[in-house]
């Protein structure tokens, strides 16, 4: 059965010319675009995207490292989507990443860490609906 996950392309990757890269390691790792879109969230919109992480001492950073220029956001498809796509991406710190994912090739620091992708089904859902409307996703 095919699942899906949200992925984000972070403002780290989007400024270093990444978009094509990335997008070219996902799809040849089998996920299947089912909705896609460039945009720029405010510091309200990351607020309440990660909202879960208000509590800890780098949310301003996040924030203000989120909201600070365009992002990619995409819906993918593909069977056990979340934990296939979490395997690609790689650790968040990209120093203890394995080789070949996409944090190792494109990330900086555990921050700045180009890619984002949701941790179970049902915020994969809850994220994508915060990104698209029904008519963009496909
Ligand atoms: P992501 O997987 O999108 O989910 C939460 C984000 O918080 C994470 O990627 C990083 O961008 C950020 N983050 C997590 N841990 C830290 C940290 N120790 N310092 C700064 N940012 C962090």
New binding site residues.
Partial sequence: MAHTTLM?I?PDAVENGHIGGILEKVTAAGFQIKALKLTQLSKNDVERF?EV?QE???FG??VA??SRGPIVAAVLEKENAVSDFRTLIGA?NPAEAAEGTLRKLYAT?????AV??S?SDENAEIEAAFHFAGRERF
Avoid: A, I, Q, V
Avoid at 109 to 113: D, I, L, V
């Fill in positions: 984000m972070k990660y992480h800890r001492p780098f950073e996040l490292f989120m968040t620091s555990t921050g700045e860490n984002h992708g941790d």
